[in-house]
């Protein structure tokens, strides 16, 4: 029996009961109202206002850039669109690595100026302490491990993570430490398939996958790069569902040209 089917507004406690009964999580990223209402009424179980909004929405390189206010701007856009999935936000670079009291600030204005149900940060071990002070707040904390954008500069590349053992078992460690600290469930984004099944086999909480094989809990793809808005990006892990970009500049073209033949408007269309 699917479990999401039968609820009415998915929670945290959802995903938790998705996992025990084998059935996998859908999230998508969304950043507006129009297209958080569409999916919402598709049936996505989460919606995650990514900080990729700095890349796709603003046309940023990294994720380095989005303030906390653009994400507050996206998140109450996107929260006005949906009425049963799980909206998760991220929570921008700068806005809680310096100490846990400037994270549960940044985390409190998230939800008290959006109306969000859950934010989302990268990092293991070293945010520890911010995930703890959050969540005793009140307020549910989604992890991240393997590829995150946010140290990007620090990778140097957005090649997999994880390859070697060493990192490798950091990330079984920080998973563990992060499920410990009261974390609901972990994104393991570029990471070896194995090792994300290995992973999603030690926890009790859910994990989300991108681009880390099909044995994490759940899947979360940017909507930009699944609907083919996006059309530079094409790592090995994307499955794309739509050509949009082809079909809304044709769509356009066609309206070009109505208008400059004067077929558009028409006598139907005028009053
Ligand atoms: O910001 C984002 O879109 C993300 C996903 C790639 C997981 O963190």
């Given amino acids: 029996m699917s479990v999401s089917k039968e609820i009415r507004k998915v929670t945290t406690n959802t995903l938790q009961k998705m996992k025990v009964a084998g059935e996998k ?33 603003a046309g940023y390189e990294t994720t380095l850039p989005i303030t906390l206010e653009h994400m507050i701007y ?3 856009s996107v929260i006005r669109g949906v ?6 936000v991220d929570l921008p670079f ?24 859950a934010i989302k940060l990268e990092g293991g071990e070293e945010e520890i302490d911010c995930v703890k002070r959050i969540v005793s707040a009140g307020i549910p904390v989604m992890g991240h491990l393997g590829l995150t954008p946010q140290s990007i500069y620090k990778f140097g590349t957005y090649n997999v993570r994880a390859k070697e053992e060493a990192e490798a078992n950091k990330l079984k460690k920080d998973a563990k430490l992060l499920e410990e600290a009261g974390c609901f469930g972990i994104v393991l984004e570029k990471i070896p398939a194995l090792l994300a099944k290995e992973v999603s086999e030690s926890l009790i909480i859910p994990t989300i996958g991108i681009g880390a094989g099909n044995h994490c809990n759940g899947q979360v793809l940017v909507m ?34 109505d208008v400059k033949t004067g077929d558009f408007p028409n006598e139907g269309e005028s009053y």
């Fill in 25 to 57: 999580i859908s999230m998508l990223t969304a950043y507006d109202y129009s297209f958080a209402k569409i999916f919402d009424q598709a049936g996505i179980d989460v919606i995650l206002v990514g900080d990729s909004a700095s890349n796709v929405m």
């Fill in 224 to 257: 930009h790069d699944m609907l083919g808005i996006n059309t530079e990006f094409k790592p090995r892990f994307l499955r794309k569902y739509l050509n949009a970009f082809e079909q809304v500049s044709g769509a356009v073209q066609q309206y070009i040209s």
């Fill in 94 to 117: 700068g806005s809680y690595q310096s100490n846990s009291e400037i994270a549960l600030a940044s985390a409190i204005r998230i939800m008290k100026e959006t109306g969000a149900h």
């Fill in 74 to 76: 996206h998140a109450s």
């Fill in 83 to 88: 009425n049963r999935c799980l909206v998760v």
